[in-house]
């Protein structure tokens, strides 16, 4: 009998390259991250056909503050003007959005426009998406680390009751299924700082596509690279 093809439920992407994209252009490296928005779009269309439950994208990083101010300021615009714009359409194809990461360092116009399209899109039942935004994950965990010690010193819970489970559920992730299958485009082979706890037992892809050019059929191929991969968490498979 032929078995059915593996599709990952939760799908979480580093979108990388944006700046390099740009340069073989000469173009600046905002233009990057404006055609970056295009795969966005094309890679949110893929999965839902796919049957993807869970998309995240890593779009900000906590370290990007350290970026020049105008190429932060372009990637917020960019990011705010991206999400307010697209609501209606994601809400259409059925889509959840979630953002993921620490609001407060946003103005209010931002934290309001977050809420706006967390609330349009609420209904959406066939794929959430999750945009990392303002997100560390060392400091998700040192936060969640800190929750835990308030709540322990509280009496509202014992140490012993610290374990995998209460950890998990005091990440930025509480309710978000951990991710079976990491790609980061652009040939970089590592996690900068994206759900490292989250990560354990995901498969991971680093094609060398720059993310402007990673579009529908780039994304089928990542699931074909999955759907070969031999999942055992530690234990071994039968031959
Ligand atoms: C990494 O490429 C990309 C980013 C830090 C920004 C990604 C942001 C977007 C695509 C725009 C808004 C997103 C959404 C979800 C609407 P890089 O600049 O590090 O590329 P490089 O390594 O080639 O310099």
Redesign the pocket.
């Known amino acids: 009998m032929k078995r059915e093809k593996a599709i990952p439920s939760h799908v979480a992407i580093i979108?990388?390259?944006?700046?390099?994209?740009a340069k073989q252009r000469g173009k600046e490296?905002y233009e990057?991250?404006l055609a970056?928005?295009d795969s966005?779009r094309n890679v949110v269309r893929a999965a839902v056909r796919n049957g993807v439950e869970w998309l995240t994208?890593y779009?900000?990083s906590t370290e990007?503050w350290g970026r020049p101010i105008a190429e932060v300021e372009a990637?917020m615009q960019?990011?705010c003007k991206?999400?307010v714009g697209e609501g209606d359409e994601l809400a259409r194809q059925g889509v959840r959005v979630k953002i993921m990461g620490e609001r407060t360092h946003f103005s209010p116009s931002v934290i309001e426009m977050i809420e706006r399209i967390e609330n349009t899109t609420s209904a959406g039942d066939k794929l959430t998406l999750v945009?990392a935004f303002n997100y560390s994950s060392r400091r998700e965990i040192m936060l969640a680390a800190q929750s835990l010690a308030q709540r322990v010193a509280s009496g509202e819970m014992g140490v012993e009751d610290i374990n995998e489970e209460a950890l998990s559920a005091s990440l930025m992730t509480a309710n978000i299924p951990d991710p079976d299958f990491i790609i980061r485009t652009?040939g970089e082979c590592r996690l900068s700082n994206f759900l490292l706890w989250q990560a354990s037992y995901a498969e991971f892809y680093f094609p060398e596509t720059l993310?402007p050019d990673f579009d529908e059929e780039a994304f089928d191929r990542a699931l074909e690279v999955y759907a070969e991969r031999d999942r055992r968490y530690g234990l071994v498979t039968e031959d």
């Not at 979108?15 to 994209?21: A, E, L, Q, Y």
């Open positions: 979108m990388d390259g944006n700046g390099r994209w490296r990057g991250h970056g928005v966005v994208l779009a900000f990007n990637i960019l990011f991206t999400v945009l652009s993310w």
